[in-house]
């Protein structure tokens, strides 16, 4: 099989998973900057809408352990939304320390696809407002475009408002 395009992306695992389930997506590059591994920057990089560029967090919730919120660039996640939706009391972002040995993937590289071990996942349902979104696809520099429903039936993530609403501008 003959490659079109002249200069090969490698694939991530989370690349190769969705490959295996037989679900369309594309990787998209993009140029890091080391200083700014924020959405805003991916996603003028992409030169797509910040409100499309998702981010993925990993929250430990007393009782819930530890789970996955996947969120717009542009938003911050709600720490009460995204407990209550978890089941749990309260809960907090994970130090940044435990995301590679808890998750297998680095800051500004991490997918809610093919975690060391699968988590409960949610997704700001705000996702179901676009035809696609874009999501790291597990390593710095390297974006999936992916229609939401497709993530969240592979996922298994649950929709849900995870985002604070009332931000002072």
Known sequence: MAHKDKHLISKTNAARLLDKAGIGYTLIPYTVDENNLAADHVAEELGEDIRQVFKTLVLHGERAG???????GDSEVDLKKAARTAGAKKCDLIPMKELLPLTGYIRGGCSPIGMK???????????LDHTTIFISAGIRGLQIAINPADLISFTGATPADLTVTDRQQ
Do not use: L, M, R
Not at 66 to 72: D, E, I, L, M, T
Not at 117 to 127: E, G, N, R
């Open 117 to 127: 071990k699968p988590f409960p996942t949610f997704i700001d349902s705000s996702a």
């Open 66 to 72: 530890y789970f996955v919120c996947v969120v717009p």
